[in-house]
């Protein structure tokens, strides 16, 4: 018995080299690098200061995964060979978004069951495009916000793009440019969100 299982094991490892469950890797994942933080040490206090909950946006299917799409024509998406994000999109975004509100704006950013005890402003909405433009060779974010101020039963809303010049289709150029161009985006909605 012990022979024919040595025998079983011996015959299946040439097929181990060649069995795969999943794709190869790239050889980096790419993140995004936020460009105006809270200060480490620095505190916060909701009683002293307004307060908001961001929300992971919404997404289209194109750019929920991992990969980077690519704007090919008006009605046709492709994906950067090699570019994959450290985690979804959306996530990455919000995380950027709530730092950069955090510094900009003197509010104090709550998580959802952190506001549950507290009456702040809700932002939420959906990141419309995040990845490259092939025909301006541009990385592209668009973000649709919904803002819910502190006590307002309104929504407001707001459309929030940038772009930024890329000078090749790849994975290098499309984590820089797309950092950039998020930062920029997380900038306007923080001067947003903190005016009136």
């Known amino acids: 018995m012990k022979t024919r299982l040595l025998l079983l094991a011996v015959a299946a490892l040439p097929l181990a080299g060649c069995i795969s469950f999943g794709a190869k890797p790239p050889p980096s994942l790419l993140t995004l690098e936020t460009t105006s933080g809270p200060a480490v040490g620095a505190e916060q206090n909701s009683a002293k200061a307004r307060s908001i909950t961001i929300q992971v946006p ?39 978004l709530s730092d950069t509100v955090s510094a900009r704006s003197n509010m104090v950013v709550l998580s959802t069951v952190q506001s549950i005890s507290d009456p702040s402003a809700t932002l939420a909405g959906e990141l419309r495009r995040f990845g490259l433009d092939a025909t301006t060779r541009e990385a592209v974010v668009t973000y649709d916000a919904a803002l819910t101020r502190a006590g307002a039963e309104t929504v407001e809303k707001r459309r929030f793009e940038a772009r930024v010049p890329v000078s090749a289709i790849d994975a290098a150029n499309a984590g820089t440019a797309l950092s950039q161009a998020a930062n920029r985006v997380a900038g306007e909605v923080a001067t947003w969100v903190a005016a009136r």
Do not use: K, M
Request: hydrophobic share 40%; no cysteine; charged share 15%.
């Open 58 to 96: 919404s997404t289209p299917t194109s750019i929920a995964g991992a990969r980077v799409p690519v704007q090919a024509t008006p009605t046709t998406i492709a994906y950067v060979e090699d570019a994959q994000w450290s985690e979804p999109p959306a996530r990455l975004f919000a995380r950027l």
